[in-house]
């Protein structure tokens, strides 16, 4: 196939090839090795990328858990709730980049990328100013919601200091989606292996040299967060990529509209997912022994999210195929490419279920040496390993979803599935049949993310791809 050119020639030359040739049909091994080729390229440094990413907070949560329970209990409300409210709003909207720009580069309309891109800075701003008074007024927030006066106090001051990294999402979740869409992901990963040992030295000197404390640990985090957007935008606006990005453009303010209905179709969609655990984390304060019980789930939520960000990367994977090939016309290689993402994802999620499920006692040491918090987390591992093997596969097809541009559609089964069915459930078992955090959070992943992941599944198998193919090859053959 003859290339564009440059760097993003080569890319779009690996990974948007057609369908394969029907000689070849039969041949199922090889073409599953060049399929998987292309999912891995973008798959291993997002991987990479995410964990190095998440681990920063696995990090600041690390120390600050050897503070005392109480500051544990406030750094993971602040980072989990007040800012993972907003984080999942401000990625969701950034994730219709993954399939505008996915499937402008399918398309080769690359002068389109970097429009995008500026358009979701400004829209993703404007919902920060918008979100901003939840970090302000996040201590009687708390306490409303019936957290403790000692957490929600401590908490509020985390928060407000958390401000610059709410605003660093605006800029960074953007431009990380306008890399990976080019396949540029190993730029994502180097970038975040060098802001990871930048944030621990930092942290370690905040916390165990100035002792600063929790506002410590939060104020590494602003630093680390924006020095991550910092370095990603120097690469592309200093010659990374030539054919997207040709600095900034007042075009960025044309067609704002049709851009914020496909962002915030985006952010409804994640953001009901990655709300329904906050949620689960706010509601084990209605429990004896609150403070126990908040940091028990939060390592598991950890750990959860440790390992999320593989299947994460899958979701960022199969997004960039599906939308590169429906740009392309393939149809045919959007759901093969599909089958592949999810076999793949599956496999790696029974692995860390049976992994934690072996070191049930021990992971929690990472931590807490507290043994009653050791001994609760103890008790959910079983749940945790449920919830990473069903993790394994939703993702994947949410990705799917973003790919074809299906966002409206996911929000809503999101907002059935999750809030109608699955979040009554877990009160039921949880608070009404006291059952504890493990009915909360059993109710909440089997009633909710459970029947998601069927609907998804079953949207997937009945989709037309060459439709999908048709329609996104007609929106970029009108573009003047």
């Known amino acids: 196939m003859k290339t564009t ?5 080569l890319n779009h030359g690996l990974l948007s090839q057609g369908p394969p040739p029907e000689t070849d049909a039969g041949d199922a091994k090889s073409r599953f090795w060049i399929e998987s080729k292309k999912l891995w390229y973008i798959v291993g440094p997002s991987i990479f990328s995410r964990v190095a990413t998440f681990t920063m907070n696995v990090v600041t949560q690390a120390f600050a858990g050897h503070l005392g329970d109480v500051e544990l209990a406030a750094i993971t409300i602040s980072t989990g709730v007040i800012v993972g409210f907003n984080f999942g709003l401000l990625l969701g909207m950034a994730s219709a980049l993954e399939t505008l720009c996915g499937q402008a580069f399918g398309a080769k309309r690359y002068n389109m990328i970097g429009i995008y891109m500026q358009r979701s800075w400004i829209v993703l701003l404007v919902c920060c100013l918008v979100t901003l008074p939840l970090y302000i007024y996040a201590t009687p927030i708390l306490k409303l919601l019936g957290q403790s006066d000692q957490i929600a106090e401590l908490s509020g001051v985390a928060a407000i200091w958390l401000i610059p990294q709410h605003f660093s999402f605006a800029f960074l979740f953007p431009v990380q989606r306008f890399l990976q869409s080019q396949i540029k992901t190993p730029v994502l990963a180097w970038v975040s292996l060098a802001i990871l040992l930048i944030h621990i030295l930092i942290t370690w000197l905040f916390m165990n040299v100035f002792h600063f404390g929790i ?9 680390s967060w924006w020095l991550n957007f910092v370095c990603l935008f120097l690469y592309t606006a200093f ?5 997207t990005w040709n600095g900034f453009s007042m075009q960025a303010f044309s067609g704002l509209w049709e851009f914020v209905k496909l962002s915030a ?23 004896k022994n609150a403070t126990i019980a908040v940091d028990a789930v939060s390592i598991c939520m950890n750990i959860n999210g440790w390992e999320m960000m593989i299947p994460l990367a899958f979701f960022a ?4 195929r599906v939308s590169n090939e429906l740009g392309a016309g393939n149809g045919k290689g959007a759901k093969y490419a599909t089958f592949v993402a999810i076999l793949h994802s599956t496999i790696i999620g029974l692995v860390f279920c049976v992994l934690i499920v072996t070191f049930h006692n021990k992971f929690a040491l990472i931590f807490s040496s507290s043994k009653d918090v050791l001994d609760a987390v103890d008790s959910m591992a079983w749940l945790l390993a449920a919830t990473i093997l069903l993790n394994s596969i939703q993702p994947v097809i949410s990705g799917v ?6 966002q409206s559609w996911v929000a809503y089964i999101n907002l059935g599935s999750y809030y109608l069915v699955g979040l009554p459930l877990g009160v039921l078992l949880g608070l009404v049949l006291h059952l504890g955090v ?10 909710g993310t459970a029947l998601q992941t069927i609907i998804l599944g079953l949207m997937t198998i009945r989709c037309d791809w060459e439709k999908e193919a048709r329609k996104a090859v007609a929106k970029y ?3 003047s």
Not at 401 to 406: D, L, N, T
Not at 438 to 447: D, S
């Open 317 to 320: 994977g199969i997004g960039v």
């Open 265 to 287: 179709a985006s952010g409804v969609m994640l953001c009901l997912e990655n709300w329904y655990y906050r949620i689960l984390i706010l509601m084990t304060a209605f429990l």
């Open 438 to 447: 493990e009915g909360i959070w059993g109710g909440m992943i089997f009633g």
């Open 477 to 479: 053959s009108n573009l």
């Open 5 to 9: 050119g440059g760097d993003d020639g």
């Open 215 to 223: 506002v410590g640990a939060v104020v590494a985090l602003d630093i």
């Open 401 to 406: 979803a973003v790919g074809s541009g299906w």
């Open 239 to 243: 010659g990374g990529c030539p054919l």
